[in-house]
């Protein structure tokens, strides 16, 4: 009976191994489940080569990366250092980001340096005062200098052309004594007005302010300039009539050139016009 019975009960299926899949090596019970995980982790190897060769061949990418990087940790650093003030290199002290300033609590690190900060800040803000207040009073000083060397080398030229134009109006060279008479009321009036140009122009020949030689010596040259156009213009010397009219502007006179001018223009006409009427 229990041979009977035996022979009743189904045969068991032969047991398959499962689909490739990573498993823990404690669950493997069957010499095929190990030829298939082994399968499995060379098929990946494979592929995870295959992807670090890849990566390895494209140096260009991996080198602008790590290029970005440095310059990135260059940034960092600087922007720590300005804000901290620090001067090392490290970025970050006691697992906080010095960079920052702010702990995890949202406390600042630098509450108890915000004083000496500020006794910094001042203190350079001070220094800066004085050396910008010194800088300003030298830039005045070198004005000043400036200033009283251009006074002293118009003086000077006021003198020289007083003394050549006197020489000249001597010499009866009157070009010269033109060219002079410009040279000297080229000088600015507060100058020729002035006490070092009082003190330094006149000479024994010349005693009086420098204005008022100037001024004697161009009245000299105005009556000298009119009596020659004058009797040039009755001799109808027209060379020497153009040649003192020229001489007027040099000194400053252009209206009593061309008044003078004028006048000879008229008597021309008039001359002319008398004449006509005795020949008819």
Known sequence: MQSVASSSQPTPLPTRP?????????????????????????RREAELSLSLNALVADR????GA???????GTEVEKLASQVDGSRGNALFTNHYPRGLGLQPNGQDLYEEE??????????VWETSERVGGKVRRLDEEVGRVR??????????????ALQTLSNAIAKDDWESASRACRRAMSVRTEVIQGG??????PT?????????????LRNVL?????????????????????????????IGAEDEGLEAYGDFVVGLVKGRSSTAGKRE
């Open 18 to 42: 499962p689909s490739p899949s990573l498993l823990d090596p404690r669950a493997i019970t069957h010499p095929d489940q190990i030829t298939a995980q082994l399968a499995l982790l060379t």
């Open 60 to 63: 260009a990418q991996i080198d």
């Open 66 to 72: 790590l290029g970005h990087l440095k310059h990135l």
């Open 114 to 123: 915000d004083e000496g900060l500020v006794e910094r800040v001042r203190r």
């Open 147 to 160: 200033e009283a060397t251009d006074i002293v080398t118009e003086v000077l030229e006021l003198k020289n």
């Open 196 to 201: 070092f140009a009082g003190g330094v122009v």
């Open 204 to 216: 024994p020949q010349f005693p009086l302010p420098p204005a008022q030689t100037l001024e004697e």
């Open 222 to 250: 105005l009556y000298t300039f009119r009596t020659a156009f004058n009797a040039a213009a009755e001799r109808k010397d027209e060379q020497n009539v153009s040649r003192f009219f020229r001489l007027w502007p040099g």
